[in-house]
């Protein structure tokens, strides 16, 4: 599951683990990761790129014994999506990782989207930040990232529209897994 800061991947996420369908949530890997570190999304260095990156791999092993549906937030897809971004350089070093680990696992990706005037309210909301250009310019570039990302590797996925509220989102994914055929309902 990826989206821009503040487009409610966590809340949808958490949502679904709780409706007692089968998920099972793994949160982001940077999250944890930020709050040790002095951090800035827009301007982390290459050894940052290089834990989240070793960090997934290695969760990626939990994911393929869980018996539930994994709902993961941002995952591979999603930091590539940052690196690239970030630093392009880097990439090479994660394409590699990010082949090996498709032949091991099929994912479905979900890009949560929301509104301009969405992401503003909310991480006005929750940062009382005044201009958000820049954030905003970033963000852009992430969900540009995030998409050709999907593309480069060739895995399907769904668009989210999360400017209701989360649970009309995640009834809305749900139905749209079920209507796949990739959950039962």
């Given amino acids: 599951m990826n989206g821009v ?11 679904l683990r709780r409706a007692g369908l089968g998920f099972e ?5 940077g999250d944890e990761l930020r709050k040790s570190l002095s951090y800035n999304p ?8 290089s834990v989240i990156m ?24 999603g930091n590539i999506a940052y690196l690239l971004t970030r630093n392009p350089a880097f990439f ?6 990010m082949k090996r680990q498709l032949e091991l696992i099929n994912p479905i990706g979900v890009i949560v989207l929301i509104t301009k005037e969405k ?9 009382g930040l005044g201009d958000l250009s820049e954030f905003e310019k970033f963000f852009e570039e992430i969900l540009k990232n995030t ?33 796949k055929g990739i959950i039962r309902r």
């Fill in 54 to 77: 070793r960090k997934e791999v290695s969760r990626d092993a939990e994911l393929q014994r869980s018996n539930l549906f994994p709902v993961v937030e941002t995952w591979h897809t």
């Fill in 119 to 127: 992401f503003r309210e909310r991480i006005a909301k929750e940062h």
């Fill in 25 to 29: 949530f793994f949160p982001e890997i």
């Fill in 5 to 15: 800061h503040a487009s409610g991947k966590t809340t949808i996420a958490n949502l």
């Fill in 92 to 97: 090479k070093v994660y394409e590699e990782a």
């Fill in 147 to 179: 998409i050709s990302t999907y593309k480069r590797f060739n895995i399907d996925y769904i668009t989210l529209d999360n400017n209701d509220t989360p649970d009309v989102a995640a009834n809305v994914l749900v139905e749209t897994l079920a209507k």
């Fill in 42 to 49: 827009m301007y982390a260095k290459e050894d940052y790129e």
